[in-house]
């Protein structure tokens, strides 16, 4: 709410009285210091570069054998990696006129642990001889 000017001057309204050295004049335009500059956990390269350094890529490889179906790739890609049955189908071909086929590239971390779903996977029913799970590995990317 505004307040009612008085008749009586206010004598610490006096445009005469001396300012304070400190307190810049009315109307001046104060510097507000930049604040410094933020501190990173990682330290900058030779070239100055602070970003994140990208971790290297993996290949997971699946290997060709006689001792599974097409069905069994099939299945596999889509429980481990979430390829739908085409792509698994596309892939399971691949490996089989190529004999390899690269089905995901990662991290280390993440080649590691889907390379070791694909060797606890299983047997193939659909083949008598099939004893074991498909080989995979895995390989840096170029």
């Known amino acids: 709410m505004p307040i009612a000017a008085?008749?009586?001057?206010d004598p610490t309204d006096d445009d005469?009285?001396?300012q304070s050295s400190d307190a810049p004049a009315a109307g001046t335009a104060v510097a507000i210091p930049e604040p410094p500059p933020a501190q990173t956990d990682r330290p900058a390269t030779a070239s100055?570069?602070?970003?994140?350094?990208?971790?290297?890529r993996y290949h997971v490889v699946l290997w060709n054998d006689d001792d599974h179906t097409?069905?069994?790739v099939i299945d596999m890609l889509r429980?481990?990696?979430g390829?739908?049955?085409?792509?698994?189908?596309?892939?399971a071909r691949e490996v089989d006129t190529q004999g390899r086929v690269t089905v995901l590239t990662t991290t280390r971390e993440h080649a590691e642990l889907?390379?070791?779903q694909v060797h606890a996977f299983g047997a193939d029913r659909l083949v008598a001889r099939?004893?074991?799970?498909m080989k995979a590995s895995i390989e840096p990317e170029s």
């Open 6 to 9: 008085s008749a009586t001057p």
């Open 16 to 18: 005469s009285a001396p």
């Open 48 to 56: 100055g570069d602070t970003r994140p350094k990208r971790q290297p």
């Open 70 to 72: 097409y069905q069994y």
């Open 79 to 81: 429980t481990l990696f």
């Open 83 to 91: 390829h739908p049955p085409e792509r698994g189908l596309s892939l």
């Open 114 to 116: 889907k390379r070791d």
């Open 130 to 133: 099939s004893k074991g799970s």
